[in-house]
């Protein structure tokens, strides 16, 4: 298995990769039916620009996403929120994570971004770890809040 991975933006052709990619992370997440998306919804809102997303691809193929948005802060201005951020099991510990979040951290400030977000799940240590190595905040002041249709 090649280490090689070229990081590139995604096209809408790789929306079926990059879903299952959200599937295999919700499925590490327990949480595997709550991905109700189809590919439908993915090239759809790809297409018109609710969502970007980039791909780490090797020669086996893509392995790993990262899939944003912009959006605002009302205290800090423009920011880029990070939705998901996976590489495949297979691929995880071999620098290939760390490739694809530095591209999506010259994307946000590419676009003029001043901040970052993200969520990370309080028991995924391997996640926990890979952040910590990285000048970020852990805020754990504020609570998720979510309303569904």
């Known amino acids: 298995m090649s280490t090689d991975c070229v990081v590139r933006p995604a096209t809408i052709s790789d929306m079926a990769e990059v879903l299952k990619l959200v599937r295999e992370l919700a499925e590490y997440e327990r949480a595997p039916a709550a991905v109700t998306a189809t590919l439908e919804t993915y090239q759809t809102c790809f297409r018109d620009g609710v969502f970007a997303s980039l791909v780490a691809e090797s020669a086996e193929g893509i392995v790993g ?9 009302t205290w800090k201005g423009p920011m880029m929120y990070l939705e998901d951020f996976v590489v495949s099991e297979a691929y995880r ?14 994307e946000a400030r590419a676009a003029g971004a001043v901040m970052c977000k993200w969520q990370v799940l309080h ?27």
């Open 65 to 73: 996403t990262a899939i944003y948005y912009q959006t605002f802060s």
């Open 93 to 106: 510990g071999q620098g290939i994570g760390m490739q694809l979040f530095d591209a999506f951290i010259t």
């Open 123 to 149: 028991w995924n240590a391997p996640a926990i770890r890979f952040y910590k190595r990285l000048p970020v905040v852990f805020d754990e002041e504020w609570i998720d809040v979510k309303y569904y249709f």
